[in-house]
């Protein structure tokens, strides 16, 4: 366990890029992590950061060791968890990157759920959309990713998959939320539109279907922000485009389906990083997670 502290530390001066910051985070002396890290690399025979003026960068050597330490760490919080197992108590974290469109009704539900059967868990949820969250998991800042349309990666297994159909999102006044059943695109773009920004994967999808059209789109507003878009489609005629898991029940917003003639439907992906065997916490809230979206949306 005292090696696996030395690990932690070299872990915590590689991801904030200077023994200062790291000490502060770590609560000990920059003097003392200084040695424990001298020290390692004594052992290793081999120095495992290059020191710059501007801070300490992992050299390729020390890119191999933190990969290792992250292994280390996760494997010991998987024996916690399946340890605790064996009293009974359900024990753990569990760390879940998802899209913002979850963190209205959909995770907030999950973790409420399954907190009340096990309160010992602790959770940290990171709002990361789609190939942000993929590198999460590589990193294992993240146990598990619910995410839109993520890009295809090798690092990514998927545990659930599902389809979403994006939605106009307009206040209950706009001309276009009298209207029953699907709306066309071409309807929707007469109109000011307040989109989701490039980093933000509605829009990516957005983009590639009216690339193959040849069809320009010049947004009024654009945001990373879907609940400021929300907000603001309440205060103007504009309309939006959100997936119906992130659309709060709200009696103001109307929502209508955009025909799926002009836009498919969009991939929803609940995945873990592939080859990862995940602590007892992590892998049972990604099996209730999962039924519980089956049950949402269907499966694709």
């Known amino acids: 366990m005292k090696h696996l502290r030395t690990l932690t530390y070299v872990s915590e001066v590689a991801r904030r890029g200077s023994i200062r910051r790291a000490a502060e985070a770590l609560n000990i002396a920059p003097s003392a992590l200084t040695r424990q890290i001298q020290d390692l690399e004594y052992e290793l025979g081999t120095p495992i950061f290059e020191r710059l003026a501007q801070g300490m960068r992992l050299n390729a050597a020390g890119e191999l060791l933190v990969r290792h330490i992250r292994d280390q760490v996760s494997d010991m919080e998987r024996v916690r968890s399946q340890i605790a197992d064996l009293s009974g108590v359900r024990r753990g974290h569990v760390a879940l990157a998802c899209s913002q469109a979850f963190v209205n009704q959909v995770v907030p539900d999950e973790v409420r759920a399954y907190r009340a059967r096990f309160p010992q868990v602790s959770f940290t949820v ?8 993929v590198a999460a998991l590589a990193s294992f800042e993240s146990d598990l990713a619910l995410v839109l349309q993520p890009p295809p990666s090798a690092d990514l297994h998927a545990l659930f998959t599902c389809r979403q159909t994006l939605c106009v999102v307009m206040r209950a006044s706009h001309p276009l939320a009298g209207g029953d059943g699907p709306v066309r695109l071409r309807d929707c773009l007469t109109h000011p539109l307040a989109l989701p920004d490039r980093s933000l994967a509605i829009r990516h ?8 059209r040849g069809t320009p789109v010049r947004p009024a507003v654009e945001s ?5 878009l929300r907000n603001l489609a309440l205060r103007e005629d504009v309309v939006s485009l959100q997936v119906p898991s992130g659309i709060p029940d709200d009696q103001r917003l109307v929502s209508r389906p955009i025909d799926e003639r002009d836009l498919s439907p969009m991939t929803l992906i609940l995945g873990q990083l592939r080859g990862r065997m995940l602590p007892v916490a992590a892998a ?10 089956n049950d949402r949306y269907g499966a694709a």
């Open 126 to 133: 990171q709002v990361r959309d789609h190939a942000q969250a």
């Open 205 to 212: 999808h957005l983009d590639d279907a009216l690339a193959r």
């Open 224 to 228: 990373s922000s879907l609940e400021f």
């Open 284 to 293: 049972k809230f990604a099996d209730g997670l999962a039924a519980s979206l």
